[in-house]
């Protein structure tokens, strides 16, 4: 059992950064790939990108290709999101999940799933 701690959420303002983290407990944390989806208001809960067990190979969503980045700390069992140029259609509540299945954009194919850091960005 993997448990999941999102942290790093707030307000900021549109064109601005915040960075995500979110630390994993329980589990072999190189065994799994990592991703971060977001659930904006009345929104469906969406991919935002994902990472495999190594860090060498990350995958996003056209939406925040080139704003966010995603790594991770094996040692510290550890992933991060940093969200640079935040827009307010960014605004959502952040998860953190871990799966199996590299470059999937799925939520199914994603185990275990953090309880969410909010994000607002204010235009």
């Not at 993997?2 to 630390?23: F, P, Y």
């Not at 329980?26 to 495999?52: C, I, L």
């Not at 799966?99 to 954009?105: D, P």
Request: net charge positive; with cysteine.
């Amino acid at each position: 059992q993997v448990q999941l701690v999102e942290s790093g959420g707030g307000l900021v303002q549109a064109g601005g950064s915040l960075k995500l983290s979110c630390a994993a407990s329980g589990g072999t944390f190189t065994s799994y790939v990592m991703g971060w989806f977001r659930q904006g208001p009345g929104k469906e809960r969406a991919f935002v990108g994902g990472v495999n067990w190594s860090g060498r190979v990350t995958y996003y969503a056209d939406s925040v290709k080139g704003r966010f980045t995603i790594s991770r700390d094996n040692a510290k069992n550890s992933v991060y999101l940093q969200m640079n140029s935040l827009k307010p259609e960014d605004t959502a509540v952040y998860y953190c999940a871990a799966g199996k299945v590299t470059g999937s954009n799925s939520a199914d194919n994603y185990d275990y799933w953090g309880q969410g850091t909010q994000v607002t960005v204010s235009s």
